[in-house]
């Protein structure tokens, strides 16, 4: 571990906007919340967040992509395809444990499953720069999914121990960012104080599941079939989908086939979808598999706490608590459910 002054961090951060041909992004205030957002200058950063808006999984999946274009000259038969896999990597400042875990979750699924070349391209091109939690949002649940502290899944982790930070280098581009500013190696006291912050934020929580997440996938299993459960749930729900746009570990897209008015030419975009919406699960013919708002909402907690479990070995909610705060019904929180369909069990 690396302590830096606060000033030199700040000399890195500007360096990085001025010379790095990538854009610096970093958490910064915007009216009463925070977002990520582009950085025009290091004194924009904002170390004592406690949740943004959207998580940075905007910038390795965009709501909106191309995947392929296609053209033909006029009158001809043939269509000419080129494959699109935007390579465009950002330095990415400010990141929170939660939003790392959930990245390391897109980056198993998308680069080590799928293949995926538009997002293994972005993400080997982007550097994750994370922050240690200071403040926690009330609606967050990360510490009682082990999520509040992060042991890899970032270039550095930085943390704030007054006029200096504590840096970890998590990578060799993450100790290469360093070279051009003054370290010295941490000393044992501050290693421990390090620790000792990471654990005193664990009181900090007012919220969290009552009960370990790897119980979750066979307490969902055996709630299945509780559709009095679900229904009560879902008869507020407004099927707006919110949940699944603001969620950092939710990846579904749909494939739409854009074609240009001249005919000859168009593109394959993909673009954000979320389960909770009513045509999620429609297909040819306009049949619906989940035409019932308590079907979507069960699948909804299905995916998050055992589908994706049994797939791909990671429970995909790390507790943020951004559907919590931005669902207008109050239906859309985890833990709560979670808490709830346990307690129900062990009635
Ligand atoms: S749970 Fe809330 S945020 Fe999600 S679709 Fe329903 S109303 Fe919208
Ligand atoms: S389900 Fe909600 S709390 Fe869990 S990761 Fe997604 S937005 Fe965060």
């Not at 606060?6 to 977002?35: H, M, N």
């Not at 904002?46 to 965009?62: G, I, N, Q, W």
């Not at 013919?285 to 035409?291: D, S, V």
């Amino acid at each position: 571990m690396k302590i830096i002054d606060r000033s030199d961090f700040t000399a890195l951060i500007s360096e990085l906007i001025a010379e790095d041909p990538r854009e610096v992004v970093g958490v910064q205030a915007d009216g009463d919340g925070y977002v990520f957002d582009s950085l025009e200058s290091a004194s924009d950063l904002a170390f004592e967040y406690d949740l943004t808006r959207l998580s940075p999984k905007k910038y390795v999946m965009p709501q909106r992509e191309t995947l392929l274009t296609y053209r033909r000259d006029a009158g001809a038969a043939d269509y000419e395809m080129r494959a699109e896999a935007d390579p465009t990597g950002r330095i990415i400042v400010g990141v929170h444990p939660y939003d790392l875990a959930a990245i390391r979750q897109l980056d198993k699924i998308f680069i080590d499953t799928l293949h995926d070349e538009p997002y293994r391209r972005k993400r080997e091109n982007s550097v994750l720069i994370g922050l240690t939690m200071q403040d926690v949002a009330d609606t967050c649940f990360a510490a009682s999914m082990d999520t509040a502290s992060i042991e890899s899944g970032y270039d550095l982790m930085v943390t704030e121990l007054d006029d200096e930070f504590a840096v970890d280098i998590g990578t060799f581009e993450g100790d290469q960012l360093l070279e051009s500013v003054p370290t010295r190696n941490a000393t044992s006291e501050e290693i421990d104080r390090v620790e000792t912050i990471e654990t005193d934020l664990e009181a900090e929580f007012e919220r969290g599941l009552d009960f370990p997440p790897a119980e979750l996938p066979s307490l969902l299993e055996a709630s299945y079939d509780d559709m009095d459960f679900w229904e009560a749930y879902a008869e507020q729900c407004l099927s707006c989908g919110t949940c699944n746009v603001v969620c950092p570990t939710c990846f579904c897209f749909s494939v739409d086939m854009v074609r240009e008015l001249d005919g000859d030419s168009g593109r394959q975009e993909r673009r954000w979808d979320g389960c909770l919406l009513e045509d999620f699960a429609t297909v040819a013919q306009g049949e619906n598999f989940r035409e019932e708002v308590a079907q979507r909402h069960r699948h909804r907690f299905m995916r998050k706490g055992w589908y994706i479990y049994e797939r791909y070995g990671d429970i995909a909610c790390v507790g943020c608590g951004r559907c919590t705060a931005h669902c207008v019904a109050g239906v859309a929180d985890p833990c709560e459910v979670y808490n709830e369909l346990r307690e129900a069990q062990h009635a």
